[in-house]
């Protein structure tokens, strides 16, 4: 639940949250907005492709994208949406411990 996150991070600073169902919920975000560290974890291709397509160009140079389930067989449509988007870019997707990935902005 969202009050379990809150309480987990309420010693950090610039922690942000917006609940509801993303996309929707970057409606209200100034166009300029950027990132530094994104962590994804929506198990689907629809909704991968949808967080690449809206955080990768916002992201810092250095920034950092880390996606869960990236190499898990129950969730083939992560790695499918990782491929499809980075295929023309220069960054590598990084395979990390189990199931995940990583991404750093160059440029």
């Known amino acids: 639940a969202l009050e379990n996150v809150q309480s987990y991070l309420k010693n950090y600073s610039k922690c942000y949250f917006h609940k509801g169902f993303f996309p929707d919920t970057t409606q ?3 166009e300029n907005i950027e990132f530094c560290f994104v ?8 909704s991968t492709l949808a967080g690449l397509k809206y955080f ?3 992201l810092k140079e250095g920034g950092v994208i880390i996606s869960h389930d990236f190499n898990s067989i129950s969730c083939p449509g992560v790695r499918k949406a990782f491929d499809e988007y980075f295929i023309n870019k220069n960054e590598e997707v990084i395979h990390l411990w189990d199931t995940q990935c ?3 902005r160059k440029s």
Not at 39 to 46: A, P, Q, T
């Open 56 to 58: 990768y160009p916002r």
């Open 102 to 104: 990583m991404v750093r």
């Open 39 to 46: 962590h994804l974890d929506v198990n689907i291709y629809e």
């Open 28 to 30: 209200n975000l100034p």
